[in-house]
Each structure stands twice: as C-alpha cells, then as structure tokens.
C-alpha cells in the first residue's frame, strides 16, 4: 500500500465464524542456509453452520513450493494464489491439505512470524505472525492440536522447542538433529511458537496441589544463567498463587519461558512455552533495579495466568483482545499487590493509567475497551485495552465481590475451556454467578474516552446528614460524539474533624455507590460533623474526579485518611494544583510561589511512620503529561519550570529532613530483593534527588560517591539518573564511567541510553543526536529505540521544544524504523497523540511533522493509521 490510498478498516459488525474448520496442524520445520522450509499438513473440514464457500488462508512473503489435497497436486485452476491470500476454489467436504512454502526468517527484520536474532531463530505468532510461516487461516476462532517436527544443525543450533511435550528426537545426517513435540490441547495460531537456537538453560521442576510434577525450563543466552533464578523463583510462586487463588492448576507437563533480546513486545504467553523479551527474565543485583526484579515477577505472572485467561479460554476475534488481556493484567496485579504491597502497587498502577491511558481515551486513538474497528491489529495492544481492561474488570470485582468474582471465574471456565469467546460471555459468567444484571455496566465495553464525575457536598447540622450529589460527562471521542451514562462504582468514606473514619451504616467505613445516572444524589444519616469526603477509594472506577477540595482539607485527606491511595491522591492534587498555578504565573512573568501550609504538609508525611515506600510514592510529583491533561492549552516550558520550582522549594523547606533520612536509610547489609528494603532504597534515593534539586557541589558529590560505592543496581542508577539531570563534571563522569563498566550488559546500556534520552539537560536532544550513532544503539533492535527514541518522545519539555526540532526529529526516525519494523514505529508514532493540547506554533510544527510522514510513499498499515487518525480534524471526528 501507499498513504495515497486509506487502507481498508475491518469491523466488528462483520464477523462471520469460520467456513472453515482445522482440526490438525502438522508441521516439519527444516532450517537451512538458503532459507528454511515449511511443510504442512492440515486436516480441514467444512463448518456446517456457515454456508459453503473457498477455503480462504492467509499468508505473507511466502515462496510457495508445492500444493495438494489428498495426496493429489492441486491444478493451477483450482485455487488463487496472491501475495497475501490463497483461496482454493472448491474443495471437498473434509480433506487433508499439504503445502510447502520456503520463508527467509534472516531477513525478516518486523520481528513477527519465525525471525534470526543473535543466538538463533525465534517466532512471534501474536496477532497475525503465523502467515508469516505457512498458509493458514490466520484468526484466533480457528483452534487446532499441532504436531511439529524441527530440523537444525546441530552444533549450531543444539535447542529445539516447540508447544506442547517433547515425543521424539535423534540425529540425523550431515551433523543434522530434529526433535519432535505433540501439543496436547487445541490451540489457535497465533499461540504457536518454535525455537532453535543455542541457548543455556535452568531447569527446576513443580509439583501441582493435586500431584502432578511440571518440568520447568528458563532458556537463556550463553553465559546468562545466573540472571534468570528470580525468573524462575516468580513462575514458581506464580503457578502456587493461582492455585489458591483461582483453583488453577498447570495442565502442562513442561512449562518453558525463553529470553531473546529481538522481541517487540515485553513477552508472549504461547503454550507451554512463552517467549520473553530479555529485559523481563535476566536479573541480578548488580544489574538489575528493584523495578525490574517487581517487573519480572509481574510479567512472568501475566504470562503464566494466560495459560488459563487466554489460552485454554482464548478471543473469538481480536476485537475481543481486552477478554484475555485486561482479566489477565487485573490477575498479575493482584498477585503483585499480594506478593510485594499492596498499597503502593495500586498508587504505581493508577501513576501509569493517568500518563498513557488517559491521555490514549482524550486523542486521536481513542477506542472503547472493545474497539468497534481497526486497520491494523498491531496498533490496538494499547493502554486501553490492558490497563482500563483491567480496570473494568476491577469494577466488577467491586460491585460484586471477592466470593462471587470467584464463583464466576469458575463458571466461565467451565462453560467455555477449550473455546474462542467474547466479552460477553465473561460478563455472563459474572452476571450468573452474582445475581447482577450487568446490562448497565456493558457501555464500559463499548464506549470510548475517560468519565468526568463531578462531586459535591453539603451537610446539614440540624438533621445530622451529609449529602453527596454526583454528575457524570464522557467528552465526545472519535466516531463517538454522544456518550451515555456508565455503571460507576464509587467507594467513598467521610473523615471526622479528628480524622477518623465515620460510620457509614452497619459499621461500615467506606460505600460502595453504584452510580449510574448523569446526576444523583447519596444521603448519609447520623453524621455528627460536617465531613471531609474521602471520594473514589482504591480508586474504585477510571474516571477524572472533581471535588473542590481546599488546601486545608486535602492537608487533613493527606495525614489522616484511612485508604493509603487517597491519602496519596490528596498529596498529588495538592502538589498538582501549585504546579499548574505556578505554571500559570511563571508564564504571565510572575514567579512561581509555595505556601507554608505545602511544606508542612510535605514534612508530616516525610516524617510519618508510614511504610517508607508510601512516603516515596506520596512526595514524588505528579508528571508533566499527567498534568498536561488538566490544562486547556499546554505550556511545556512553564509547566516544567513551574514542577522544578516545587521540587527545589520543598527540598530547601525540608533539606535538614531529607539529609537526614538519607543518612538514617544507609545500608546495613548486603543487597537483597524484598519489599522492605525496596522501600527503604526507593525512599532514601527520592531524598538524595530532592537534595540535588539546590544545586549544590556538595549534594552532587554524595550523588556521585553513592554511584561510585553502590552495591547494586537501584542505588547505582537512582545516583547516575541524579547526577544525569544535574549534569556538570559529576554527571558526564558517572555516564562515562557507567558505559565502560557495563557496555557488555545489553540491558544496562539500556538504562544508559534512555537516563540521557529522559534528561531535563538543556542539550539533551543534540545529545540523543549522538547517541544514534553510538556503538550502543541499533535501529533495528526493539529494546535500544524505546530506551532511546521513545524515552525521548516521552521528554515533555524537549519533545515538544518550540521549534519543533524535537517533533522533527522523532518523525524522521518513525520513517526510518517503518522500512525495518512497522509494529515499533507506529508505537513511536503515539509519541504525536496529544499535539492539539499545545499553542498553535508547536501544533503547526508538529502538523507539519506528521504530514510528511502521512505523504511518505509505501508507508505501513501500521504507522499509516496512527498519523492519519492524529491529522484528522477534531470537528471530522
């Protein structure tokens, strides 16, 4: 395709079940220097429910070899053949369908389908990669047990991996082996993965509840095996937590993960065998941040879950990916929050969902948790359909609760094991298991943009009641200008003059208020003192709340209320309010203000006997992009300054605390990963940032001697991200030192490229300039152009430089990557979602940016339907 011509959207409206049936899948895989041959054999049969039709499979850069049904080779007459379709025209009624393709996985530089990275060959099936490898109908409807026979050199590639169990293997001539591996269970095609490669591996075994004995295997690149044990450790309490949480046991003999440092995505849930991104298995102390360890157990839990939410229940369409995707991230999240804490989980949970999903639900992108029509699949894996996924099934987890929530996963897996299904059905499962009619709640599903609920309170003395009246309103998004009203689950307290919680009834603490109508009111009887109002706890619903709190009342919210998120919610809109009225005054020329009542607010919770984890969370600032979203017309400049500003005003009313702290927080011991002392470090290190905010010599040394004397990776990198921002002799000194001890640690440069790419430094984008042509950077591998370019796409103030150089920039690097990787450039394209929030200069440089990418002959499906969506008129929406 060209940009000249739009490419066609597929709706959902228009699914059709398949007219076609797989039932088998027989593939023998021959890798070879000239390229690697394909042989399938596939045992179709006519779905008796959908009138007759061709068969109609689909494949991409596929050299056909041969075809036959039966045995017999098929006539040129009896089927088309196109780059990107094969229709044989009218076979029989049940048939066996052989074809030989040749692939070039050496040259396939997209990273989908069966690709080469540095130690071998790998697949990446999800959405539509198996074309990639043979012809096939390419749905997630389609489900089918396969059998696959591999055939590699030997000393070159000694691994060879397949779904499913290992059922035979040897040696063959010319230094040849195969191995052969039966998958059990029907499966669709994007779940199917292969290896072969030359990899080490850790092997361990599990014993299930009922008794049943798992083979473990991590495969990772030689030389990397004492880095992937915490991988190991995290499937191993991942499998042992959906036992006793769900009754989900491995139904697997073998469960593999394998690392590959070539990989799109973060990792793939493919049977029995999930394919990882490096970054989500290696880890060792001196390399890896307590962030990544937390990240790994997460991502490894999230692949594991699959195996039930996903795999053995998979997506009747792709329409459906929030099905398997959003149940699965509220899964790995509340193992998350059961494993480390659960307070400061949900806090980094909603940090996330304000930064990418909210500002996704109010651009060009926006999509309902169900989209009702895409262009390109790739571009839908989003922040909308995974983390407000998740969030809609928390708020059916709310409305109903744990022990129903329970009942109904075990209805939709006993109705649906073994099927390709909708959101519906889940919601059907829930419905029945509870006893709630969740009609009302369905529009979550089908309704794009974020819901503003708007709150108010009046109490009345005399007749000791509090009344809550709330109103709701979802701006219009894309193709949906008219919004009706959604099923918000709203979890509210009120807090006493001394801060202790009220009863609300039945000595209850915090309602559950169901709300449902554009406006409605909630009476609270018996209340002796006008509350404060604890309004969306744990954050019940992803909505934009408004409450005009006072400064003192969120000060009260902030050191008293019983629910650990919105005492952290207080602290963020205490904090976000100076900002955005600092930014304000800085760019009216007026300087940046800081009331005592902030500081002291500030100091009563840095000297709380708080979890120091949650004191971390609570006095880190908002983000500039979250607070971009509360301005009308976004000043990147002001706004940065005016965040600086706080941050060097609360560390020179609080520098004595802060020193301190840092002093006190000192460690005792040698590192180790728990949650404790993750908070311990987490806090002692956001103590030395805000010290480096003065500027001064002597700060940026104790930054550099952390740096020089740490054990671990937290401390070392928390040290070089402070002394990154600070630049001056520390900062390049602690850069150039921290390449040359761990250039060969492919992850750790990562961290390098992007603590420059994300640096507030005034030169920072002539510096990620340079970097492009470091040693250290390659375009074509994923992980090096999300720590460099998209870090730098993400660089509020440098991103979005007023002349436009850093639009320029990242448009000219999108049309690069488009000829190597479409799937990477489009997710570098959403860099440009939010352009129309900025004054009319930076919008025409960024219009300008994204017109000549959108003129760009040959341009992807992928990075096509990202820029046309963001130069569509707000009025054409």
């Keep these: 395709m060209t940009s000249a011509v739009s490419p066609a959207p597929v709706f959902l409206k228009d699914y059709l079940p398949p007219a076609w049936w797989v039932d088998t899948v027989s593939l023998d895989v021959d890798l070879r220097p000239d390229g690697t041959v394909v042989s399938a054999t596939l045992a179709v049969r006519r779905n008796p429910e959908v009138a007759p039709g061709p068969l109609c499979l689909n494949g991409a850069e596929l050299e056909t070899l041969s075809l036959a049904i039966d045995g017999q080779s098929l006539s040129p007459s009896a089927y088309t053949l196109g780059d990107e379709s094969l229709v044989i025209t009218a076979p029989p009624e049940r048939f066996t369908l052989e074809t030989k393709v040749r692939i070039q996985p050496d040259r396939n530089t997209q990273l989908s389908g069966f690709y080469r990275s540095k130690d071998g060959y790998f697949t990446q099936c999800e959405p539509q990669g198996f074309r990639r490898i043979t012809w096939f109908p390419d749905r997630p409807d389609v489900m089918a047990c396969y059998t696959v026979t591999l ?24 230094g040849r082996h195969f191995a052969t591996w039966v998958d059990p269970f029907r499966k669709p095609s994007y779940l199917f993965a292969m290896v072969v490669a030359k990899l080490d591996v850790l092997r361990d075994t599990y014993r299930t509840t009922s008794g049943r004995e798992v083979q473990l295997g991590i495969f990772v690149e030689p030389g990397k095996l004492d880095q992937c044990g915490h991988a190991m ?5 991942s499998m042992r937590w959906d036992e006793a949480t769900f009754g989900l046991e491995c139904d697997l003999d073998h469960y593999m993960i394998v690392a590959v440092g070539d990989f799109n995505m973060g990792a793939m849930e493919n049977k029995g065998l999930n394919i990882f991104n490096t970054k989500y298995v290696l880890a060792r102390a001196d390399v890896a941040t307590d962030v990544d360890f937390e990240n790994i157990d997460r991502v490894v839990a999230h692949e594991y879950f699959h195996n039930w939410t996903g795999n053995r229940v998979t997506c009747r369409d792709w329409f459906q990916l929030s099905l398997k995707e959003g149940l699965t991230v509220f899964r790995d999240q509340e193992f998350g929050a059961d494993t480390h804490s659960r307070q400061t989980a949900r806090i980094r949970e ?22 009702s029509t895409y262009v390109e699949i790739n571009n839908f894996y989003t922040a909308t359909v995974y983390e407000k996924g998740a969030e809609v099934v928390r708020m059916i987890h709310t409305l109903i609760g744990k022990d129903a929530f329970r009942r109904g996963m075990d209805t939709y897996f006993a109705r649906h094991d073994g099927q390709a299904v909708t959101c519906e059905d889940f919601v059907a499962a829930m419905a029945d298991a509870s006893g709630v009619d969740f009609t009302p709640f369905m529009t979550w599903y089908r309704q794009a943009g974020t819901p503003r609920v708007s709150a108010r309170g009046s109490y009345d003395a005399a007749a000791r009641r509090y009344t809550l009246t709330l109103t709701q309103v979802c701006p219009p998004t894309p193709g949906q200008p008219d919004k009706a009203p959604c099923l918000i689950p709203v979890a509210v307290g ?14 209850r603490t915090t309602a559950i208020l169901q709300f449902s109508t554009h406006e409605q009111s909630f009476v609270f009887e018996n209340i002796d003192a006008a509350p404060v109002p604890s309004l969306l706890r744990n954050f019940s619903a992803p909505v934009v709340l408004d409450f005009d709190y006072q400064e003192r009342e969120l000060a009260h919210l902030l050191a008293h209320d019983s629910d650990p998120f919105n005492r952290w ?13 600092n930014a304000a005054r800085l760019a009216r020329g007026e300087a940046a203000e800081c009331p005592a009542g902030v500081i002291a607010a500030a100091r009563t919770v840095l000297l709380s006997d708080s979890d120091p984890a949650f004191i971390a969370e609570a006095l880190t600032l908002p983000g500039e992009a979250t607070l971009a979203e509360r301005m009308a017309v976004v000043d990147p400049d002001a706004l940065h300054a005016a965040r600086n500003a706080l ?21 005792v011991g040698a590192y180790q990963f728990d949650t404790a002392d993750a908070g311990r470090r987490r806090l002692r290190n956001l ?33 070089l991200a402070t002394l990154a921002n600070a630049g001056g002799d520390e900062g390049d000194t ?35 300039e340079r970097l492009m042509a470091h040693a250290a950077f390659d375009l074509k591998n994923p992980n090096k152009v999300y720590a460099l370019l998209r870090t730098f796409g993400g660089n509020h103030r440098h991103f979005h430089a007023a002349d436009g150089s850093g639009y320029r920039f990242v448009a000219e690097r999108i049309a690069d990557l488009d000829a190597i990787n479409p799937q990477v450039a489009a997710r570098l394209a959403r860099c440009f979602d939010r352009w129309r929030k900025f004054d009319t200069s930076r919008q025409a440089h960024a219009r300008a940016a994204l017109a000549a990418l959108h003129a760009r002959p040959g341009l992807s499906r992928d990075v096509f339907e990202v820029v046309d969506k963001a130069l569509v008129e707000v009025t054409g929406a």
């Excluded at 055939?151 to 010319?174: F, R």
């Design 151 to 174: 055939h590699a050199d030997k000393a070159s590639y000694p691994v060879l991996l397949a779904n499913g169990n290992p059922v035979a293997q040897g040696d063959e001539a010319d």
């Design 233 to 237: 450790a995290a499937l191993k309490k």
């Design 350 to 371: 909603v940090r996330g969902l304000r930064a990418m999903q909210f500002p996704e639900d109010a651009g060009p992108m926006a999509h309902p948790v169900r989209p």
């Design 494 to 507: 009120l807090l006493g003059p001394d801060g202790r919680d009220l009863d609300l009834g039945g000595g």
């Design 569 to 581: 919610e207080a602290g963020q809109r205490l904090f976000g309010d100076l900002i955005l009225a």
């Design 647 to 667: 941050a060097r005003a609360l560390a020179a009313g609080l520098e004595d605390d802060f020193l301190a702290l840092y002093e006190r927080l000192a460690p």
């Design 687 to 719: 103590c030395l940032g805000y010290l480096n905010e003065l500027d001064r010599g002597g700060y940026r040394a104790q930054a550099l001697r952390q740096f020089e004397q740490a054990d671990n990776m937290t401390d070392q990198f928390a040290a």
């Design 734 to 768: 602690a850069l150039a030192a921290f390449y040359a001890r761990w250039q060969h640690e492919a992850l750790v440069v990562d961290k390098w490229l992007a603590v420059q790419a994300g640096s507030r430094r005034d030169d920072t984008l002539a510096g990620v």
